[in-house]
């Protein structure tokens, strides 16, 4: 599983009727949109990669209530994140971005993240992410 480009001016919704979501690589961090998730615009235009998981589907937003919608639910998406971040141990961090991926996806899926994506959206160094993951083994 590797990044692709991502530049979009477009405001985009990632299909809520789908088990899937995107990783968006910022620059010094990562985010993560499930579904019924804003993407692009203005809210991306430092994004330059994503990583498509799942089913992946974008839609676009029919009207100004669904555009709200979106953001409502890409606002969501980054304080499930943030809360994983205040845990001061990274271990901990790490050990819960993988459980919380587990509600979402296939453990095919999962297994597939580069260690990378996943460090980056909780603040640990990708070995962290490679101990948990021996850990739950």
């Given at each position: 599983m590797e990044p692709i480009p991502f530049d979009s001016d477009d405001l985009l919704v990632v299909n809520?009727?789908?088990?899937?979501?995107?990783?968006?690589?910022?620059?010094?961090?990562?985010?993560?949109?499930?579904?019924?998730?804003?993407?692009?615009?203005?809210?991306?235009?430092?994004?330059?990669?994503?990583?498509?998981?799942?089913?992946f589907s974008l839609i676009r937003p029919e009207s100004a209530e669904d555009r709200q919608r979106a953001y409502a639910l890409r606002r969501q998406w980054i304080r499930l994140t943030k809360q994983i971040t205040d845990n001061p141990v990274p271990v901990k961090r790490a050990q819960q971005i993988l459980t919380q991926f587990e509600y979402y996806?296939?453990?095919?899926?999962?297994?597939?993240?580069?260690?990378?994506?996943?460090?980056?959206?909780?603040?640990?160094?990708?070995?962290?992410?490679?101990?948990?993951?021996?850990?739950?083994?």
């Amino acid at each position: 599983m590797e990044p692709i480009p991502f530049d979009s001016d477009d405001l985009l919704v990632v299909n809520s009727r789908r088990r899937n979501g995107l990783i968006l690589y910022k620059r010094y961090h990562a985010e993560f949109a499930g579904p019924g998730a804003a993407v692009g615009g203005f809210i991306d235009h430092d994004c330059k990669l994503a990583l498509p998981l799942g089913n992946f589907s974008l839609i676009r937003p029919e009207s100004a209530e669904d555009r709200q919608r979106a953001y409502a639910l890409r606002r969501q998406w980054i304080r499930l994140t943030k809360q994983i971040t205040d845990n001061p141990v990274p271990v901990k961090r790490a050990q819960q971005i993988l459980t919380q991926f587990e509600y979402y996806f296939d453990s095919e899926t999962i297994s597939q993240l580069p260690d990378e994506a996943l460090a980056l959206l909780v603040g640990v160094l990708p070995h962290t992410i490679r101990m948990a993951r021996d850990l739950e083994t």
